[in-house]
């Protein structure tokens, strides 16, 4: 008996030894879409409309029905969405944008391209999004917008962030990079991330929720007028053809990758609701562990959190990632230096302390393994490695 025991103990070690949990694998989401995404290639190819073309028009007219909102315009990145939302509403030199000090560093280099000054708070101990009870101090007479961020998939606490910017007549752009098809439960109803604010930002970076197979990005607004801005500033500022009424970008959304998120925008609840079962998963397995905290999030079926990130916070951290690694087990961090700590923005003049929960959490954070295609035996190797780490 002891000794099948040894033998059945070091069979499963040796699988264990050969699963493999990557931190994202695009590889299994392409081999089921893989037939579609290239009919949709050929088609982009057959008419050799690549920019601005079709798909774009299309991809365009389905992303801001999916989002709920009248208009979407497609642009090459998340952070031109986010710049060129900005300019848009008319920002620039002398102006002040609220963000918040745990974000990806795009969010606070858009601002800062336009010109205006990044004015950062720090983050909800709960959620991690923007600590709403900041804002109103915040706010000076140079303020023109408040940018909060959907961080790691779950949207914001728009009510507040709408009645502050309604109190002192601020514009609301959301940050939605990291959270497409995420509902937020507010005031207005159950409404999309991208359908929140004054005009919303999105990023189709490959490893997002919704990636294409290369750069890309997309604006959503109500608004006709801002939705009139985009056009002319995502293509070199022309209203007709060298015809220019500003001095605009080129920022277009690749009719090639229009082609690839036409495909994929079809799939796209499906794997969001693969990511909160797998969150539900984790948190079922890693309950009970005092070394390690987890995010608390709504079960509702209208999911206020798409899991982009699965985000735990940890004791020895550091130990704890190197354990993982020699388990095959890949994570991230997100983001192990807050925005106002980098030496590219030394000029705002923060100081550490400044900010003590993203200050705080920037050491603790820890992005676990989350993609759709991540099966339960793979779930069950990285919550056993970290159930065996802390000897749980
Ligand atoms: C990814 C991301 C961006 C930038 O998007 P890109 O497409 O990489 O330019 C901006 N903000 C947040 C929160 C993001 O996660």
Redesign the pocket.
């Known amino acids: 008996m002891a000794i099948r025991n040894a033998v059945y103990k070091n069979e499963t070690r040796m699988c264990e030894k050969m699963l493999k949990v990557p931190f994202v694998d695009l590889k299994e989401q392409y081999e089921e879409i893989k037939g579609d995404v290239s009919s949709g290639i050929n088609e982009v190819l057959g008419r050799c409309d690549f920019i601005l073309g079709a798909k774009v028009r299309e991809f365009e007219h389905e992303f801001s029905s999916y989002c709920g909102v009248k208009y979407a315009s497609g642009v090459?990145?998340?952070?031109?969405?986010?710049h060129l939302a900005l300019k848009a509403l008319g920002i620039g030199e002398g102006d002040e944008v609220i963000t918040q000090a745990n974000?990806?560093?795009?969010?606070v280099l858009?601002i800062s391209y336009t010109g205006a000054t990044p004015v950062l708070i720090d983050i909800d101990p709960e959620t991690c999004n923007m600590d709403t009870s900041k804002l109103e101090r915040a706010v000076t007479e140079k303020t023109k917008a408040i940018l909060p961020?959907?961080?790691y998939g779950q949207t914001a606490e728009m009510d507040k962030v709408s009645e502050t910017a309604a109190r002192h007549n601020l514009f609301v752009v959301e940050?939605?990079?990291?959270a497409h098809g995420a509902y937020y439960h507010g005031a207005k109803g159950v409404r999309r991330a991208g359908a929140l604010g004054d005009v919303a930002?999105?990023?189709?970076?490959p490893?997002?929720n919704l990636g294409a197979y290369g750069?890309?990005?997309a604006l959503t607004t109500e608004n006709p007028e801002i939705f009139e801005k985009i056009r002319l500033l995502r293509d070199y500022g022309q209203a007709e053809k060298y015809h220019h009424v500003v001095k605009g970008y080129n920022s277009r959304l690749d009719t090639l990758q229009a082609a690839v998120l036409l495909v994929k925008l079809k799939h796209l609840d499906k794997w969001n609701r693969l990511r909160v079962s797998h969150a539900i998963r984790y948190t079922e397995l890693l309950g009970g562990i005092p070394e390690i905290k987890l995010p608390k999030f709504k079960k509702n079926e209208k999911s206020a959190h798409v899991f982009?990130l699965f985000v735990v916070r940890v004791e020895e951290r550091d130990g704890l990632i190197e354990f993982l690694n020699g388990r095959n087990i890949s994570t991230g961090i997100?983001y192990p230096v807050p925005a106002h700590m980098h030496e590219a923005f030394r000029d705002l003049g923060y100081k550490k302390g400044v900010f003590p929960v993203t200050e705080k959490y920037s050491e603790e954070i820890l992005s676990l393994p989350m993609f759709p295609e991540l099966r339960d035996e793979q779930i069950m190797h990285v919550t056993t490695a970290i159930r065996e780490f802390y000897g749980r």
Do not use: M
């Not at 090459?76 to 986010?82: F, I, K, N, P, Q």
């Not at 974000?103 to 969010?107: K, L, S, V």
């Open positions: 090459a990145s998340g952070t031109d969405a986010l974000t990806f560093i795009a969010t858009a961020v959907h961080l940050d939605a990079c990291q930002a999105f990023s189709f970076y490893g997002k750069d890309g990005g982009h997100h």
